[in-house]
């Protein structure tokens, strides 16, 4: 099925899904910094050591402020890019695991980044 986009030309819907699903996806922006640093990680990484990052970036690295954000990766953030093909979660052993359709949204969020 196609559609019309604003400029006129043909677009596919499922093309038009698929760059509003990352988008939902890079909507928060500590979906965002996890892909960015499991993307740096060979391997699994640990919910703790994201987390550990996360607070460093946020700039409030308090045990209280950590265990929040654990709690946050543990429950709402790995499911929904578990769910959109990101990342592999292991929530048994806690790890995270970038996949390869997750290492292609790099260069949106280097380009969201860009000043």
Same mark, same amino acid.
């Given at each position: 099925?196609?559609?019309?986009?604003?400029?006129?030309?043909?677009?596919?819907?499922?093309?038009?899904?698929?760059?509003?699903?990352?988008?939902?996806?890079?909507?928060?922006?500590?979906?965002?910094?996890?892909?960015?640093?499991?993307?740096?990680?060979?391997?699994?990484?640990?919910?703790?050591?994201? @987390?550990?990052?996360?607070? #460093?970036?946020? $700039?409030?690295?308090?045990?209280?402020?950590? %265990? *929040?954000?654990?709690?946050? +990766?543990?429950? @709402?953030?790995?499911?929904? #890019?578990?769910? $959109?093909?990101?990342?592999?979660?292991?929530? %048994? *052993?806690?790890?995270?695991? +970038?996949?390869?359709?997750?290492?292609?949204? #790099?260069?949106?969020?280097?380009?969201?980044?860009?000043?």
């Amino acid at each position: 099925m196609t559609i019309k986009t604003e400029d006129n030309t043909a677009g596919d819907i499922h093309a038009e899904e698929t760059v509003s699903a990352l988008f939902k996806l890079l909507s928060h922006h500590r979906r965002r910094i996890a892909v960015q640093y499991l993307a740096t990680q060979v391997g699994t990484t640990s919910v703790s050591d994201v @987390a550990d990052q996360i607070a #460093l970036l946020e $700039g409030e690295h308090t045990h209280d402020r950590y %265990e *929040r954000i654990c709690t946050s +990766l543990v429950h @709402a953030h790995p499911p929904m #890019l578990t769910d $959109g093909g990101v990342i592999e979660y292991d929530h %048994e *052993r806690e790890v995270l695991k +970038l996949r390869d359709q997750g290492a292609g949204m #790099l260069p949106y969020l280097e380009l969201a980044s860009a000043d």
